[in-house]
């Protein structure tokens, strides 16, 4: 990182008290904003300077959220600049800078997984504390003491979630919290922080994580104290290898393993479900083989409005060891009749399928009829249930735990639905329309009818 001047340069506003405090009323937003309108005007050293300043270089993501919180949830991919939003945090808290979202700090508390973690990361990595700190600035690392030391007078002190006793009796006014949802013992660290941040007018904490479906997150997400800003990995690609975004993320993307630690998402499933994670990433593969036979289902929405039921669409195939294998998930929400009709019929085409197959309960004859106008030559064979989704869900989960389904590529919103499936439905009452036409379009393949002919993908 490239020093700031040993000399820290005046306001570019003015150093006049009452511009001073418009200057450090600014909202970050509207400072980044005006901040680039300046930077033709300015010197060439002093522009130098601006281009350096953290809320100039950030993105949103790595900006303290406005309100009244306690707790901001930092959750992220791999590599999508978890460690320097807490690390430039820290130091906007510790000289009161633009950025710090709150007063500033003099006693801080740096917690990680082990106090390795804390050193090799927090302190010492690429983009820790000591790397993001101009010279002048600098704080003193003493290792042997797990303290950190600024000129100004503010410390930090390291600690482990493998001892959580030895948070009992410190005090602070603000911490550091990184990768939480690995803590050795979550709880009970966290639980110990929280009584020792006790000091100042506003005591805040950062917590800096790859998310992983754990309690104690869980209860911070539904903490309303709680402020969460996302980022992906995609989002850091400027500062990454290539070769890392062209291998992990292109191998990984859409994954359930990619969307929790590329695109920093809390994959949840239920314990009750039908289908688990583990389940859907045993049968996946990675392109589809030649198929003998290939329908497309489709499950009608019961409206058009935007919040209505999605409209689902899937289609899967035969290979030639009679597995099926779910090759495109085209569902699509608050779609008009003919617009839903038009995108089977597109995928059918584009697959060269058998059959199209489709549900009749919500709209009887309409669907059928709906089709006949985008293409009257599309073959239909139009299905009814009389039987509850679980029942009919039941069997085609069968066939995942006997193997003898696969899923060509990652497909996150049908496979969420898949593992958020219980006796009583989808969380929240939702209906599982990529769900249903998965079931469809299963049950189809199993029949055992239809022209066998070979489509290559």
Not at 89 to 107: D, E, F, T
């Amino acid at each position: 990182m490239t020093d700031e001047p040993t000399t820290p340069l005046p306001s570019p506003v003015t150093t006049n008290a009452a511009s001073t405090r418009l200057w450090h009323s600014l909202s970050v937003s509207s400072l980044r904003g005006w901040l680039r309108d300046l930077m033709a005007l300015l010197t060439p050293d002093t522009a130098r300077w601006l281009e350096r300043l953290w809320p100039f270089q950030a993105r949103p993501d790595q900006l303290p959220p406005a309100g009244d919180w306690t707790v901001w949830l930092v959750m992220g991919g791999r590599g999508a600049g978890k460690t320097r939003t807490g690390a430039e945090w820290v130091r906007a808290l510790v000289y009161g800078k633009l950025g710090a979202g709150g007063p500033p700090a003099g006693r801080i508390a740096l917690v990680g997984e082990t106090f390795a973690d804390v050193r090799d990361v927090m302190v010492e990595g690429v983009s820790g504390l000591l790397a993001v700190h101009p010279r002048h600035e600098r704080p003193t690392w003493s290792p042997s003491r797990r303290r950190l030391e600024w000129p100004n007078g503010a410390s930090a002190q390291a600690f482990s979630s493998e001892d959580p006793e030895a948070l009992r009796g410190a005090q602070f006014d603000a911490a550091w919290a990184d990768e939480l949802a690995k803590w050795r013992h979550a709880d009970a660290t966290f639980d110990m922080l929280q009584f020792g941040l006790r000091l100042g007018a506003r005591p805040r904490q950062v917590v800096t994580t790859t998310p992983r479906a754990v309690p104690l997150l869980r209860r911070l997400l539904a903490d309303p104290g709680t402020a969460t800003t996302r980022a992906r990995t995609a989002d850091n690609a400027a500062n990454l290898a290539p070769a890392f975004l062209t291998t992990v993320v292109g191998r990984y993307q859409g994954t359930r393993l990619g969307r929790q630690e590329l695109d920093g998402e809390l994959v949840e499933e239920r314990a009750d479900a039908l289908w688990t994670r583990a389940e859907i990433e045993a049968v996946r593969i990675s392109g589809a083989p030649p198929l003998t036979r290939v329908v497309v289902a489709v499950d009608p929405p019961a409206g058009a409005a935007q919040n209505s039921d999605a409209c689902g669409i899937v289609a899967a195939g035969l290979d030639g060891e009679g597995r099926i294998v779910v090759v495109a998930d085209r569902s699509c929400r608050g779609a008009r009749p003919e617009t839903w009709a038009r995108r089977a019929v597109a995928l059918f085409h584009a697959l060269a399928a058998d059959r199209l197959v489709a549900e009749v309960n919500q709209g009887g004859e309409m669907v059928a009829a709906v089709i006949r106008e985008v293409d009257a030559a599309v073959p239909v064979a139009m299905v009814r249930a009389t039987r509850g989704k679980w029942v009919r869900a039941e069997p085609v989960a069968a066939l995942y735990a006997q193997g003898r389904v696969r899923h060509a590529g990652a497909f996150p919103e049908l496979e969420d639905e898949m593992c958020d499936f219980g006796l009583d439905g989808l969380s929240g009452g939702r209906s599982p329309d990529r769900l249903d036409a998965l079931v469809w379009a299963v049950t189809e393949l199993t029949r055992g009818d239809g022209a066998p002919r070979v489509r290559r993908f």
